[in-house]
């Protein structure tokens, strides 16, 4: 569990309308380069969204499993 609240809504937003800029606004290579930079910002967002978080996968064998 994260020790701290954060709002996560606000990276996913801002990639979110990067990616609608990227596929509807402009065109032909500056739309590529937008749309890409809008999906290594999803990995960011999401990256960020996860820091801090407790991993409890148990670790048991070839099928892991959550051992709580």
Known sequence: MRTHSRKTWPPFLAVALLALLGV??????????????ALIGLLGASIYALA???V??????IGGGTNF
């Open 56 to 61: 409890r996968d148990g670790c048991g064998g």
């Open 24 to 37: 509807f606004a402009l065109d032909g290579v500056a739309a590529g380069v937008v749309s890409f930079v």
């Open 52 to 54: 801090g978080e407790e």
